[in-house]
């Protein structure tokens, strides 16, 4: 995967950015608005994509907010605020957009510059839903008697564009719309347990640190270059470590943690992350802990490899860090970097296996940093930020993993919270499924890893 974030500096005033292509929407006037809900312009309207934000603004189906939106493209999410307009300010840089083509164009030719449209009612969402779906409400409301085929033109096309460009399997429109609707969100079928929806804060709401806030409160990571830094060191991470941290994290119900050994030039200032050593224990068992992280040192010393991070899984929530999470990664950074006083980074990833928010049946996994907090604001909490990361494809998937697949099988085999995988993720696609759709964006270059991974899902189906 390319590298992200080579952004420009944030612009000294507003910049107002018209790109989108043929894609681009047609701002109306306001006569023509007034007119959207008339039977005699409907067809040429709709075909036009005459619903613009502005339109749904009006009508009350949305409302103007800090970033209240979002794209998720190839690993990287980007921020935006929904102005009172119908206008969108992109957070990260202050640029002015004229619509959701405009704003999702400009940031997918930042992650690849081939990307010729940006998908923007299908790419952008409002407060976690796609804009496509306000869309398909204003004209139940306003139009129920408009073929639904017509909500915008091309525009099931470019959705289908969008989830192969993402390395996900295209799905019929019509499956397509049924999934689309909340109440058939994927995770529906996964037992809940009670557990509540946990919404993230943004970093500039907390303020000084207050030992009456939940812990668990989620936290949106900020970029670097929103806090005026630079990422002070680049990172490399191996695919076979993906694929077996991902593996882990789909075991179970239950949050697991695991750490990452690889290698830090400070020359280059490179650090490489080639292995993953899942912990297999229980997160509340501290009489094993102690033994099971013995021996990851141990095979870190064997393997020439140094401990350069830790990973840990949000089984059902979004894959971003909480307060402890945060307090976690900055404790690990001070420890690494030992009593020389010599920088040596430390690389935290979390991975959100179940989450209903997730892009198709692939986890979402959040590489991050913690920044310290501004000396004259001792007490406030580190800064989470986003790190940008390359991801390099193995030629095969090795004997280390393999053998670390199946003890991790046998130790979560008889467990209560094994995740039943023969049961359904969603209507048409059962848990095993799901895994395999996963696991399939770390596939290593050579083809018959596929056979040798089809005996460890073998494996996972006889635990039942």
Not at 116 to 128: E, L, M, N, Q
């Amino acid at each position: 995967m390319m590298r992200f974030g080579q952004g420009s500096e944030p612009p000294l005033s507003p910049q107002v950015v018209e790109e989108g292509g043929e894609e681009e929407e047609e701002e109306l006037s306001g006569g023509e608005e007034s007119d959207l809900r008339t039977p005699s312009g409907r067809g040429s309207l709709l075909t036009r994509r005459g619903i613009t934000l502005r339109v749904l603004l009006k009508d009350s189906l949305v409302e103007p907010g800090d970033g209240v939106l979002s794209i998720h493209y190839l690993g990287k999410k980007f921020v935006g605020d929904l102005l009172n307009d119908g206008k969108i300010r992109w957070v990260e840089t202050g640029q002015i957009f004229n619509s959701p083509s405009a704003w999702a164009t400009h940031c997918k030719r930042l992650v690849n510059p081939a990307k010729k449209s940006g998908c923007g009612w299908a790419s952008v969402r409002y407060r976690g839903q796609k804009l496509v779906q306000y869309k398909t409400s204003w004209l139940h409301k306003y139009q129920p008697s408009a073929d639904m085929s017509l909500v915008s033109e091309g525009e099931d096309d470019e959705m289908g564009d969008e989830e192969e460009e993402e390395g996900k399997t295209a799905v019929p429109t019509d499956d397509k719309n049924r999934k689309n609707k909340p109440e058939l969100h994927d995770i529906s079928l996964v037992p809940r347990r009670g557990d509540r929806e946990r919404i993230p804060v943004r970093y500039c709401t907390l303020g000084t640190r207050d030992a009456a806030r939940d812990p668990h409160t989620l936290v949106e990571l900020s970029a670097f270059s929103a806090i005026n830094r630079f990422q002070p060191f680049n990172v490399a991470v191996s695919s076979n470590v993906l694929l077996l941290m991902d593996f882990h994290c789909h075991l179970t119900t239950s949050e697991v943690v695991g750490y990452l050994g690889g290698r830090w030039d400070t020359n280059t200032q490179l650090l490489t992350v080639l292995r993953a050593f899942p912990c297999r224990t229980r997160l509340a068992d501290r009489d094993s802990a102690s033994a099971v992280e013995e021996e990851i040192c141990q095979n870190l010393f064997m393997r020439g490899l140094s401990l350069v991070g830790w990973y840990h899984s949000h089984p059902r929530g979004p894959a971003l860090p909480s307060l402890q999470d945060i307090d976690s990664q900055m404790d690990h950074q001070l420890r690494l970097q030992g009593s020389s006083n010599g920088f040596q980074p430390c690389l935290g990833i979390i991975c959100g296996p179940y989450y209903h928010g997730n892009q198709g049946v692939a986890s979402t996994i959040t590489p991050f940093w913690v920044v310290p907090p501004p000396e004259q604001r001792p007490n406030d909490y580190g800064i989470p930020v986003a790190v940008e990361v390359t991801y390099v494809q193995d030629n095969f998937l090795t004997s280390d993993v393999l053998n670390e697949m199946m003890l991790l099988v046998d130790f979560y085999r008889a467990a209560p919270d094994l995740v039943q995988f023969h049961q359904f993720w969603c209507p048409d696609t059962t848990m095993m499924d799901k895994i395999k759709g996963s696991l399939s964006g770390h596939a290593p270059k050579d083809q018959a890893y596929s056979q040798i991974l089809e005996h460890v899902y073998n494996q996972l189906i006889n635990t039942h």
